[in-house]
C-alpha cells in the first residue's frame, strides 16, 4: 500500500519592502506589520548608495525584522549579506544565481527569482536555490497573466521539493498562489499602497491565504 503524502504546510507571507532610502519610516512601520499578520521573511529593497550606508539600513532594518520573527533577505545585493546580517538574498537569474549562490550558502538563504521558463526554473532547483520566485514583473514592467502564474506555482508544486513563491500584486491574487500550491506568497506595493494602512492590508492579505489554502483542502468527511 501506497505511504500518503504528509499534508501540505499551510502557506506564508513575505513581505517585500518600498525601495528603501532613509529607512526610518520603515523601522517604525515594520513592527506593527509584523505583529499584524504571520510574515516568514521580509524582502529589503535598497535605493542605491555607498557600501558603508548600505550596511548600515541593512543591519537596522535586519535587527527589526528578526526581532519580529521574521527572516531578512536582501533584494540583489548579495555581496552586503554577510556584513550586514542578512539571513540572505533573492536572486534574479541565473547567472546572478550561479555566482552568488555558492557563497550564500549553505549559511545564508539563496532564493532565485527571474525565471523566464521552467526549464530555468528546474535548473535552479536542481543547483540547491531555496526557493523559486513565479510571477514578478520584468524589466519594461510586464508579467505573466495570474492563470499563467498559478499554473506555474501548481506544477512546481506537485513535482519539485524546493519551496516556490508566488509573486502578488493584489489580495485576489494571493488567494489564488495560496490555492495553486505556493509554499509563500510575496506581497509588497499593493500592500503599502493601501488607503486603509499597510497593516491593515497585510492582515487581509493573510487572510486571504488561508481561504485560498483552505479551498485546496479536502472536504471533511460526512458523519
Same mark, same amino acid.
Given at each position: 500500500?501506497?505511504?500518503?503524502?504528509?499534508?501540505?504546510? %499551510?502557506?506564508?507571507? #513575505?513581505?517585500?519592502?518600498?525601495?528603501?532610502?532613509?529607512?526610518?519610516?520603515?523601522?517604525?512601520?515594520?513592527?506593527?506589520?509584523?505583529?499584524?499578520?504571520?510574515?516568514?521573511?521580509?524582502?529589503?529593497?535598497?535605493?542605491?548608495?555607498?557600501?558603508?550606508?548600505?550596511?548600515?539600513?541593512?543591519?537596522?532594518?535586519?535587527?527589526?525584522?528578526? %526581532?519580529?520573527?521574521?527572516?531578512?533577505?536582501?533584494?540583489?545585493?548579495?555581496?552586503?549579506?554577510?556584513?550586514?546580517? %542578512?539571513?540572505?538574498?533573492?536572486?534574479?537569474?541565473?547567472?546572478?544565481?550561479?555566482e552568488w549562490l555558492p557563497q550564500l550558502q549553505p549559511q545564508r538563504i539563496a532564493g532565485v527569482g527571474a525565471l523566464e521558463t521552467r526549464h530555468d526554473s528546474m535548473v535552479a532547483g536542481e543547483a540547491g536555490a531555496d526557493y523559486v520566485l513565479f510571477g514578478e514583473p520584468a524589466a519594461d514592467g510586464t508579467r505573466p497573466s495570474t492563470e499563467?502564474?498559478?499554473?506555474?506555482?501548481?506544477?512546481?508544486?506537485?513535482?519539485?521539493?524546493?519551496?516556490?513563491?508566488? #509573486?502578488?500584486?493584489?489580495?485576489?491574487?494571493?488567494?489564488?498562489?495560496?490555492?495553486?500550491?505556493?509554499?509563500?506568497?510575496?506581497?509588497?506595493?499593493?500592500?503599502?499602497?493601501?488607503?486603509?494602512?499597510?497593516?491593515?492590508?497585510?492582515?487581509?492579505?493573510?487572510?486571504?491565504?488561508?481561504?485560498?489554502?483552505?479551498?485546496?483542502?479536502?472536504?471533511? %468527511?460526512?458523519?
Amino acid at each position: 500500500m501506497a505511504k500518503p503524502a504528509p499534508p501540505r504546510p %499551510a502557506p506564508r507571507l #513575505y513581505l517585500a519592502t518600498p525601495v528603501v532610502d532613509d529607512p526610518a519610516q520603515l523601522l517604525a512601520a515594520l513592527p506593527h506589520l509584523l505583529a499584524a499578520a504571520d510574515v516568514a521573511a521580509v524582502l529589503l529593497r535598497l535605493a542605491p548608495s555607498d557600501p558603508r550606508t548600505l550596511i548600515t539600513r541593512i543591519k537596522a532594518v535586519t535587527a527589526v525584522a528578526q %526581532a519580529g520573527g521574521a527572516a531578512l533577505l536582501l533584494d540583489g545585493h548579495a555581496d552586503l549579506v554577510a556584513r550586514g546580517g %542578512a539571513d540572505g538574498a533573492h536572486l534574479s537569474g541565473l547567472a546572478a544565481m550561479q555566482e552568488w549562490l555558492p557563497q550564500l550558502q549553505p549559511q545564508r538563504i539563496a532564493g532565485v527569482g527571474a525565471l523566464e521558463t521552467r526549464h530555468d526554473s528546474m535548473v535552479a532547483g536542481e543547483a540547491g536555490a531555496d526557493y523559486v520566485l513565479f510571477g514578478e514583473p520584468a524589466a519594461d514592467g510586464t508579467r505573466p497573466s495570474t492563470e499563467a502564474i498559478a499554473d506555474r506555482l501548481n506544477w512546481w508544486a506537485e513535482l519539485f521539493e524546493p519551496p516556490c513563491v508566488g #509573486y502578488a500584486i493584489s489580495r485576489d491574487e494571493v488567494g489564488e498562489f495560496a490555492a495553486a500550491g505556493a509554499d509563500f506568497v510575496l506581497v509588497g506595493d499593493h500592500i503599502w499602497a493601501e488607503a486603509d494602512g499597510a497593516a491593515a492590508a497585510l492582515a487581509d492579505a493573510e487572510a486571504a491565504l488561508k481561504q485560498g489554502f483552505a479551498g485546496t483542502a479536502p472536504a471533511p %468527511a460526512q458523519g
